[in-house]
């Protein structure tokens, strides 16, 4: 509860501006009652940041459960990233608000997310790889790379209206599975046509 009230004074008011007393009186509590859990307002600031990444985290996981093929777990998988920290995002004021301006301390925070994200980004691949989908040479260095990736482009998306979202996303989706050369022509021998984008190739032996 402490920590709600931290972040909705942190989004309204500034990281700055709010003051351990401000907390305690929104929050009902006594000053004594906040010592006990933080020690400071900057500790309070990490928790607040911390419950955002869990609630994105969540989000992710509830993906991982889901009965889909796995081009289409990628695809919502990627789809809800982006979405949840949209959410985020605007539900603590925008990008360049107070609540995102310590962005060591936001990065630090996010190292973990980042982690458990390539976790499951490398669980995604090797599911797609078992049912035949994918041919990944390397699949823990690949899940790193596209994590990267996806991280790369949160701002753009988030700054970008709606449709131009929903372009954006169709791009990434295009350029993982198809990668920078396309549709390459199927040989003349009969080899098979081959699907490719930084490592991750689709089986073309597989109905899509």
């Known amino acids: 509860m402490l920590v709600e009230v931290a972040r909705q004074l942190f989004t309204t008011n500034g990281v700055p501006e709010t003051t351990m007393n401000d907390i305690a009186e929104a929050s009902g509590k006594g000053r004594r009652t906040l010592y006990t859990y933080f020690r400071n307002k900057e500790e309070i600031y990490v928790a607040c940041i911390e419950a955002e990444l869990q609630l994105i985290t969540a989000s992710l996981q509830s993906v991982m459960k889901l009965e889909l093929e796995p081009e289409e777990k990628i695809r919502t998988f990627i789809s809800t990233h982006y979405d949840v920290f949209r959410d985020a995002v605007l539900r603590n004021g925008n990008l360049n608000g107070q609540f995102f301006?310590?962005?060591?301390?936001?990065?630090?925070?996010?190292?973990?997310?980042?982690?458990?994200?390539?976790?499951?980004?490398?669980?995604?691949?090797?599911?797609?790889?078992?049912?035949?989908?994918?041919?990944?040479?390397?699949?823990?260095?690949?899940?790193?790379?596209?994590?990267?990736?996806?991280?790369?482009?949160?701002?753009?998306?988030?700054?970008?209206?709606?449709?131009?979202?929903?372009?954006?996303?169709?791009?990434?989706?295009?350029?993982?599975?198809?990668?920078?050369?396309?549709?390459?022509?199927?040989?003349?021998?009969?080899?098979?046509?081959?699907?490719?984008?930084?490592?991750?190739?689709?089986?073309?032996?597989?109905?899509?």
């Open 101 to 208: 301006r310590n962005i060591v301390e936001v990065e630090k925070a996010r190292r973990k997310l980042d982690q458990k994200e390539a976790v499951m980004l490398g669980q995604l691949l090797s599911f797609g790889q078992t049912k035949g989908i994918f041919h990944i040479k390397d699949i823990k260095h690949t899940a790193q790379i596209l994590q990267l990736a996806i991280k790369g482009l949160e701002v753009p998306y988030i700054r970008e209206t709606v449709l131009n979202r929903k372009k954006q996303i169709q791009h990434i989706f295009d350029f993982l599975f198809y990668g920078l050369k396309g549709h390459e022509p199927i040989e003349a021998d009969g080899a098979s046509e081959s699907l490719a984008m930084n490592g991750v190739v689709l089986n073309p032996n597989v109905s899509h």
